[in-house]
């Protein structure tokens, strides 16, 4: 390898446009679209040395900013497992993407030596983008900085962020998982969600109908190639396929974040349930209006409870004793807390935001179910649990239902259509409708502000974000406040994903709610 292309290729294409330091956040790069061409260039010679590192086991890069606006783009890294890119290496990739071009041929020089990586051995990339008309350029870039560095890259197009990360996984376990394919991958969530649906399209309260909102992202375009493929197993009416802005006024995160529905609702009747996805798939949250016309809202809290109570009562048919754990981040909403310690006595954990930090978790345990509130989620199999379910199901009806739930579901990352084919499937088997679902417990009204300053790093946490260690004397004055509001909690943090500071505030009541989230914001101008 001749390290000089490395820097002839970044010079002449990909030349480094911004002076403005850009950091791996929550996941990953994120920022306007017109400073990320190096970025991505970077990152693909970054997976490059990676799967080198790992022995040739594929890596996953995503160009997507998922729920931001339209002019943002992003890149996140997935490691062989279909983890997001390991801890140690954010800085990594930091320092990768922020050095000047003249550095680049040196820095990777550097990168190389110090972890010993062999430059002959092989290396495999996998690359997906979202549907932003600016995503094609910057995978193209991607790709370049792997061929730069003489690896081999398979380009899957337009698919959803949790597409991708099943390929990688497919790939390293040679087909274990699925096929590395969009067929495979269709193909194994149909014929489980199928098999567990059988004949029986409609049970007790539960109607075989919804809308699903698809942020005029890659969600709406897969949701459609869903259907196509299934045998009339749902009945899905896709709004917002495209034609709009990606995110813009609908999406699972203008659906959570504004409390109200998406753009381009039909005319439907009360009660009907609507799902809203981001733009590129991996979350996902339910609502309906009720009768009186007041939105409701069903997220990533509710679709948690809902998965951990149905798995419970499952290991109890399966005559099995596993250990189960529900992690969540400080967005979670306290009554959802309150009701899986209190009534489902599951243990419950708090890590912060991101769902690294979440999959890192659920790992301990053998069922691992971890949600943020945003509907970013999904739950983990140790395989322990894997193989007493499947000895299990040699002669347990309900251990055989029960393999085909982990069938249904995409364990290397939350995944917006495979979690809600799940929770269609629950839901169905139950027998209810979206008004029972809401019934299991009741949320505290609460509000997240978005709070431009101008440094938002001042803000530093600790104790899964719910305390601001800097700037000096902040939390004690936001204790202050929180003391004076019944039931009330709040805290701010720095987000990992745009340029703000993000201030979340619960209470009793919607009013006490909103007063103690301006009061809080207050103290951050
Ligand atoms: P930031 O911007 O760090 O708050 C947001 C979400 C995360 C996660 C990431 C990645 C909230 C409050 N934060 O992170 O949960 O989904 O984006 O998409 O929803
Ligand atoms: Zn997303």
Known sequence: INLRTVYAFAREMYPKNSSTPVQYGTAGFRGRAEFLDSVMYRMGVLATLRSRIRGGAVIGVMVTASHNPEPDNGVKLIDPKGEMLEASWESIATDLANVEDSELEAHV????????????????????????????????????????????????????????????????????????????????????????????????????????????????????????????????EVINKGDGKINENCGADHVKVKQAVPIGMPIVEPYTRCVSVDGDADRVVYFFTDDAGHFRLLDGDRIATLVADYLMDMLKRCDLDLSMGLVQTAYANGGSTD?????????????????????????????????????????????????????????????????????????TVGDAISDMLLVETILNSKGWDVKDWLATYDDLPNLQLKIKVQDRNVITTTDAERVCVTPVGLQEAIDKVVSNYKRGRAFVRPSGTEDVVRVYAEAATKDETESLAYEVGNLVH
Do not use: W
């Open 109 to 236: 020089a550097k990168i190389i030596s110090d972890n010993k990586i062999d430059v002959g051995s092989s290396s495999n990339v996998f690359v997906g983008m979202d549907n932003r008309y600016h995503s094609p350029r910057l995978l193209k870039a991607v790709a370049d900085g792997v061929i730069a560095l003489k690896g081999n890259v398979r380009e899957f197009g337009i698919v959803t962020t949790p597409m991708l990360h099943f390929f990688v996984v497919a790939a390293n376990t040679r087909g274990a998982y699925g096929q590395p394919t969009e067929e495979g991958y269709y193909r194994k969530l149909i014929t489980a969600f199928e098999t567990l649906r059988g004949d029986k399209l409609e049970n007790g309260n539960y109607r075989n109908k919804l809308i699903f909102d698809g942020a005029n992202g890659v969600g709406a375009r897969k949701m459609l190639q869903f259907l196509k493929r299934m045998h009339n197993s749902l009945q899905v």
């Open 339 to 411: 009701y899986i310690a209190n009534t489902l006595k599951v243990p419950v954990a708090c890590v912060p935001t991101g769902v690294k930090h979440l999959h890192h978790k659920a790992l301990q345990y053998d069922i691992g179910v971890y949600f943020e509130a945003n509907g970013h989620g999904t739950i983990i199999f140790s395989d322990n649990a894997k193989c007493l379910i499947k000895a299990q199901s040699e002669t347990n009806p309900n251990a055989k239902i029960l393999l085909q739930i982990i069938d249904l579901i995409n364990e």
